[in-house]
């Protein structure tokens, strides 16, 4: 099975600075037929389920806003927030969909310092 | 827009049968593509892929359940269901429902309900 690990657990970061939230896998998750990554992103606000943010690593579901964007390959991917506004505070999860069982990180609490 | 419901029991004792239902609108859970899943979170920490069923009837476990759960589905309503068995304080937790339009590659969770809190005790 795929383990995926975020860093930090937790990161606060001050109104319109950038937050850089880590993910790894214990295995690749790029399929060489389409050179895609199989990685996905969600933003998790209390009492709410999570929402995608983000699919193939890098592609911004429709409506997220473009201060959003991911980037990595293979094992080792980022996901990124330009300018942290007060609404982005949140739980964000990567999670790979290479192989099942599909396998999330632990979560990265984001709040505003 | 694609919508999901889901419904059960709030409280289940130990060593009894989880039986959750979720109900979707705006798609038809046999549309081609889709593939329908059911997640959990326990409370105040991560997410778990638990399995789904796809358009055809298809189904996927995750292997950590072992042979403890089942996803079925019915079409005329327009639902899917999770049983799990043998349950354990450690299978408390919020159980959502999601739906991957494969649009994006099979393992997408594009659709979420907004999850239902099952608590297994005495």
């Known amino acids: 099975d795929i383990v995926m690990t975020q860093s930090p657990d937790s990161l606060a970061v001050s109104l319109g600075e950038r937050a850089t939230i880590n993910c790894k896998s214990s295995h690749s998750v790029l399929f060489s037929s389409n050179n895609k990554n199989y990685l996905t992103w969600y933003q998790q606000k209390p009492g709410q389920p999570p929402k995608l943010l983000i699919y193939?690593?890098?592609t911004r579901e429709s409506g997220v806003p473009d201060r959003f964007s991911g980037s990595g390959s293979g094992t080792d991917f980022t996901l990124t927030i330009s300018s942290l506004q007060a609404e982005d505070v949140a739980v964000y999860y990567c999670q790979q969909y290479y192989s099942t069982p599909y396998a999330f990180g632990q979560g990265t609490k984001l709040e505003i310092k | 827009q694609v919508q999901l419901q889901e419904s059960g029991p709030g409280l289940v004792q130990p060593s009894q049968t989880l039986s959750l239902t979720c109900t979707v609108s705006g798609a038809s859970i046999s549309s081609g593509g889709y593939h329908w899943s059911w997640i959990r979170q326990h409370p105040g920490k991560g997410l778990e892929w638990i399995g789904y069923?796809?358009?055809?009837?298809?189904?996927n476990y995750n292997p950590s359940f072992k042979s403890r759960i089942s996803i079925s589905g019915d079409t005329s309503k327009n639902r899917f269901s999770l049983r799990l068995n043998s349950l354990t304080a450690a299978d408390t937790a919020v159980y959502y429902c999601?739906?991957?339009?494969?649009?994006?590659?099979?393992?997408?969770?594009?659709?979420w309900g907004q999850g239902i809190l099952v608590t297994v005790s005495s």
């Open positions: 069923i796809d358009y055809s009837g298809a189904t």
């Open positions: 193939w690593a890098s």
């Open positions: 999601a739906g991957d339009p494969d649009t994006s590659g099979i393992g997408t969770f594009d659709y």
